[in-house]
């Protein structure tokens, strides 16, 4: 009476060679532009993670700075040097070296404070899809005032109380940490929303009605049962925002509220190098910029493709 | 003789995908009279669903009419261009679906819809057009037609939007109508005003009506001839009441037994063991014959055809002599499964 | 068929539930527009004895689903109780004592596509009920048991590495039997079990069914809204429309001799199979708004028999015989009937 079963059972040696063998991966080996715009995050990602083993010097060591080597032009122009591939700045820093670890920076900035908006938003997007009524309004309403306010607004806010609540005790980690919770804090939104639709959705399922009936905890349920099935668009969303994140530090250090000089970030090079560009000295604004640049369109161009690529399959 | 309104002679179709082709439907041929209502009837994947689409023309890329030929009233339909193929859709063969809710554009009140679809056939135009409009609702039974003429679909229940669904189809007066599952979301009681009337519709107006469900007792009220299709074959046709007191096919026999009558009484139901198979790996000759309780020789190697049998056609070895082992090609030679 | 000394294992008691579809409240102030409800169910009571399976059968709009929810507990009703072996569902208790009664409750649903979370392999889906209530310690013993059960709804206990789409939708209704069992309930509400299956595959999912309950004595409350899958699988039959009972008897009565003129209309619906050529009298009207009953007896618009009293005043459950017999065979609301007119 055993029907007749088509798919031979799968172990879990079988789960590694499935995924290899899914549509997605075809899909995205098919895309050049998805190909191209991961191996650009990678090695982006790579470099700045490594930065402290490729880096030919340490910008921060002040014991390495030497000052007659400031204001030199990149390596094959006329001034150069090949010690300093990219130039220096004007306190003697090789600008490689700062775009290194200035992307560590952003790239750190930007992961965890994506990680702390993400968790926010599916803890909150799940209580109020779930719960409904009171709750659900109140949270909507909350996120839709914060919505009326630009993200950047929203930081700024953040990061000024920090500085005014901690006024003699700034130091660096600190900042730091105000900063990734200022960009956090103004991203959560989109996530509750998008999380909150899909909880709607899923809790009138009966999947969800047969745990209620043995009577699991509703905690267990959407963390168990709900979410490994409306985590799907957070990952899209997530990649998109963590381009959006960066971007945003990158304009609060050049506004002069992000990170401080002694711990640069892209955009804190960027505006440095600001000064020096009517001056000639073009290198120590336009390389972090490319490189910023470059590394926003390629996570954006990734989250863009993936967005795509998993539309039909959230259905 | 007259000339059947539709003829489908060896139709097949195909979906490639990635990791094997998909072979819909196979060899499938049969015909309609004017006036005749023709049930396919078939479980889940059994191809009648795409039989329909690919005669209306309405098959996605990447699946493709692989083979065969669609006649409309003697004229070839499946190779036609798309300009023209939208010119016979809605006027020459009208469609009705399953779900009501969805055939009708929320937006729209139901007397632009109608007459909508009717200005595009016909020459009807003012006032001689919201004429006709109305008599085709009171036609399908739509009470005070005059001012349902201008409600919304959500103001009707679902049997009365079923019936605008009709009345839509009927609209360019078709001379076939193809029903996709049209009471398949309907209350019980419903179903037997819509079949009703969907009988009643097809003697006046002298369309074929070609009836895809998968329910027999829908059939056997309202149609004359069933074709039961499996696997993307036809396995059996013929008149509607020979079909279902007396099948011949054991795929038939089982479908037949399977499903719960009001007279049984507790007594346990026939069932077919196992599951239609996957239509990338159809078995070979028969493709029933994994499950048939009365499969021998020939069966796992011949692919049988429909040949007739009594007042109907089977496709089985128990009713016409099996090919030697020895002699016949197998059937993969001749475009059978992959 | 069963002991009159021995209490029902289910009574339901004048269950009711109403719900609010009125307008947001910001509408309903700047529109002046009233509060609106939907009784979904009125009055309902009846009994399930041990090992019997009920039937309630009923169009859309009949609130057969509700009534299935409020017995498992996953909705609260409005008026009335539910006891299981006498014990009310939901007075306030202490948790263990919801818990067993729990424990002795189980549902299968409707759609298999959406009754298992496409997330979870089919082990933890039937393990999840074994885990909750603590049946089996080890993981050993829970594997052993979910393998035990795979095996009991005819799947191999090796299918529950897989994910639910990786199956039928047959299979996948076995695995909600499997999780459905895997608590040893006493008692399940079927829920349309094979309304969204093949014809084949139902006949199968409903002979499984028949022969869990022989083997674990199992006690069914079955919705439908089919009355031939009924036939097949009641001992005793619910007639709901617009949400109430109008008719419950014992199933050789109901097809027999069907009283309410509803039941017959149910019944004429039912397509002829054997192909006798009875007529079928299809009967005018469709279910109405529940929003906006009618007045009296809600089937009052539909039924041949209405007079002046069914359109004004609403029929009470009453034991009603079948012509010739001599015990009441089961209950009827219908005014005709009780005034002997039909």
């Given at each position: 009476m055993v029907e007749q079963l088509q798919v031979p059972p799968l172990r879990n040696e079988g789960r590694l060679a499935a995924a290899l063998d899914s549509d997605l991966l075809h899909a995205f080996l098919r895309s050049r532009i998805a190909v191209a715009a991961t191996l650009i995050t990678v090695t982006l990602v790579l470099a700045a993670v490594f930065a402290p083993w490729i880096a030919p010097h340490d910008p921060f060591?002040?014991?390495?700075?030497?000052?007659?080597?400031?204001?030199?032009?990149?390596?094959?122009?006329?001034?150069?040097?090949?010690?300093?591939?990219?130039?220096?700045?004007?306190?003697?820093?090789?600008?490689?070296?700062?775009?290194?670890?200035?992307?560590r920076i952003s790239l750190g900035v930007g992961i965890l404070a994506v990680g702390l908006a993400a968790a926010l938003g599916i803890v909150l997007g799940l209580i109020a899809g779930y719960a409904g009524g009171f709750l659900d309004a109140l949270i909507m309403r909350i996120a839709d005032v914060q919505l009326t306010f630009p993200a950047i607004l929203i930081a700024l806010l953040i990061d000024g109380t920090g500085r005014a609540l901690f006024g003699e005790h700034r130091n660096e980690t600190l900042e730091f940490w105000v900063l990734v919770l200022s960009i956090g804090l103004s991203f959560w939104v989109q996530y509750a929303r998008t999380v909150r639709g899909s909880t709607m959705v899923e809790k009138s399922k009966d999947y969800v009605l047969a745990a209620r009936l043995i009577g699991i905890h509703p905690a267990k349920i959407l963390f168990r049962h709900v979410l490994p099935n409306v985590i799907g668009p957070v990952l899209v969303i997530a990649t998109i925002n963590l381009a959006l994140a960066i971007i945003t530090e990158a304009t609060l250090s050049f506004l002069g509220v992000g990170l401080p000089p002694t711990q640069p970030s892209l955009g804190t090079l960027i505006r440095i190098g600001n000064n020096f560009l009517f001056a000639g000295e073009w290198w120590i604004a336009i390389f972090p910029g490319i490189t910023l640049a470059l590394l926003v369109v390629a996570i954006n161009l990734l989250g863009d493709w993936l967005r795509d690529a998993l539309n039909p399959r959230l259905q | 003789m007259t000339q059947p309104v539709l003829s489908v002679r060896n139709l097949r179709v195909e979906f490639p995908t990635r990791r094997a082709r998909l072979v819909a439907i196979d060899d499938v041929s049969f015909d309609i009279l004017p006036g005749e209502v023709l049930g396919m009837v078939g479980e889940s994947g059994a191809g009648k669903s795409v039989t329909g689409t690919a005669i209306i023309g309405l098959i996605e890329p990447p699946g493709r009419i692989a083979g065969g030929e669609i006649f409309l009233s003697g004229k070839r339909i499946d190779k036609l261009p798309p300009a023209a193929m939208r010119r016979i859709r809605g006027k020459r063969i009208g469609m009705v679906f399953q779900d009501p809710l969805t055939s009708l554009d929320p937006l729209y009140r139901i007397g632009e819809q109608l007459t909508e679809t009717i200005a595009t056939h016909t020459d009807l135009r003012g006032a001689a057009l919201r004429e006709r409009a109305i008599a085709l609702l009171s036609e399908v039974g739509i009470p005070a037609p005059e001012h349902r003429f201008d409600n919304y679909p959500h103001q009707f229940s679902g049997g009365m939007r079923q019936r605008v669904v009709l009345a839509l189809a009927l609209a360019a007066d078709p001379e076939l109508v193809i029903a996709d599952e049209p009471t398949t979301a309907l209350d019980v009681s419903v179903q037997a005003q819509i079949i009703e009337l969907m009988k009643?519709?097809?003697?006046?107006?002298?369309?074929?009506?070609?009836?895809?469900?998968?329910?027999?007792?829908?059939?056997?009220?309202?149609?004359?001839?069933?074709?039961?299709?499996?696997?993307?074959?036809?396995?059996?046709?013929?008149?509607?009441r020979d079909v279902v007191s007396a099948p011949l096919h054991p795929y038939t026999r089982g479908l037949?037994?399977?499903?719960?009558?009001?007279?049984?009484?507790?007594?346990?139901?026939?069932?077919?063991?196992?599951?239609?198979?996957?239509?990338?790996?159809?078995?070979?000759?028969?493709?029933?014959?994994?499950?048939?309780?009365?499969?021998?020789?020939?069966?796992?190697?011949?692919?049988?055809?429909?040949?007739?049998?009594?007042?109907?056609?089977?496709?089985?070895?128990?009713?016409?002599?099996?090919?030697?082992?020895?002699?016949?090609?197998?059937?993969?030679?001749?475009?059978?499964?992959? | 068929?069963?002991?009159?000394?021995?209490?029902?294992?289910?009574?339901?008691?004048?269950?009711?539930?109403?719900?609010?579809?009125?307008?947001?409240?910001?509408?309903?102030?700047?529109?002046?527009?009233?509060?609106?409800?939907?009784?979904?169910?009125?009055?309902?009571?009846f009994e399930i004895a041990r090992n019997e399976t009920l039937a309630l059968v009923g169009e859309s709009g009949s609130g057969k689903s509700t009534v299935a929810k409020m017995v498992v507990g996953l909705v609260p009703p409005t008026t009335g109780e539910v006891f299981i072996d006498a014990m009310p569902m939901h007075g306030r208790r202490r948790a263990a004592e919801r818990r067993r009664l729990r424990r002795r409750i189980q549902m299968v649903f409707q759609d298999p596509y959406a009754s298992l979370n496409p997330r979870w392999r089919a082990f933890d889906i039937v393990a999840e009920p074994i885990r909750a209530f603590q049946l089996a310690a080890s993981r050993p013993e829970i594997a052993a048991r979910v393998g035990e059960l795979l095996r009991l709804v005819g799947l191999d206990s090796a299918d529950g590495g897989k994910y639910p789409h990786q199956f039928s939708g047959g299979q996948r209704q076995r695995i909600a039997i499997a999780r459905a069992l895997a608590s040893e309930p006493a008692f399940v509400v079927c829920d349309e079990p094979t309304s969204a299956l093949d014809v084949s595959v139902q006949a199968q999912i409903l002979n499984l069914m028949r022969d869990l309950q022989d083997r674990f004595g199992l006690t069914f409350l079955f919705i439908s809204h089919n009355l031939a899958v009924v036939r097949h699988m009641a001992h005793r039959i619910g007639v709901m429309y617009l949400g109430r009972l109008v008719e419950i008897a014992a199933a050789d009565a109901l097809f027999r001799a069907p009283r309410h003129p509803y039941t017959r209309m149910l019944l004429d619906a039912v397509p002829d199979l054997d192909m006798s050529g009875r007529q079928r009298k299809p009967v005018e009207g469709e279910v109405p708004n529940p929003v906006d009953p009618p007045k009296g007896c809600s089937f009052h618009p539909r039924c041949p028999f209405a007079n002046a009293r069914c359109r004004s005043e609403l029929p009470p459950l009453l034991a009603a015989r079948a012509a010739g017999a001599v015990a009441p065979t089961g209950l009827v609301a219908c005014h005709a009937v009780e005034e002997g007119r039909i």
């Open positions: 060591d002040l014991r390495q700075l030497n000052l007659l080597d400031s204001h030199l032009p990149p390596a094959w122009l006329a001034d150069g040097d090949p010690r300093y591939l990219l130039g220096t700045d004007d306190q003697g820093r090789d600008v490689l070296s700062t775009i290194l670890y200035g992307s | 009643r519709l097809a003697r006046r107006h002298r369309a074929a009506i070609l009836l895809i469900t998968h329910d027999m007792g829908v059939i056997a009220e309202a149609a004359d001839r069933v074709a039961v299709m499996y696997a993307g074959r036809i396995v059996e046709i013929g008149p509607v037949m037994g399977s499903i719960p009558k009001l007279d049984g009484a507790l007594d346990r139901l026939v069932q077919i063991p196992g599951s239609m198979p996957r239509l990338t790996a159809i078995p070979s000759g028969c493709p029933f014959h994994p499950r048939c309780p009365r499969v021998f020789a020939p069966c796992p190697i011949h692919r049988p055809e429909l040949r007739p049998q009594a007042k109907a056609q089977v496709a089985c070895w128990l009713y016409h002599p099996a090919p030697s082992a020895q002699s016949e090609k197998p059937a993969t030679l001749r475009g059978g499964s992959p | 068929m069963t002991a009159a000394s021995a209490p029902p294992l289910v009574r339901a008691e004048n269950l009711g539930r109403i719900f609010d579809v009125s307008s947001p409240w910001l509408t309903r102030m700047l529109e002046n527009l009233p509060r609106q409800f939907v009784v979904a169910v009125a009055d309902m009571s």
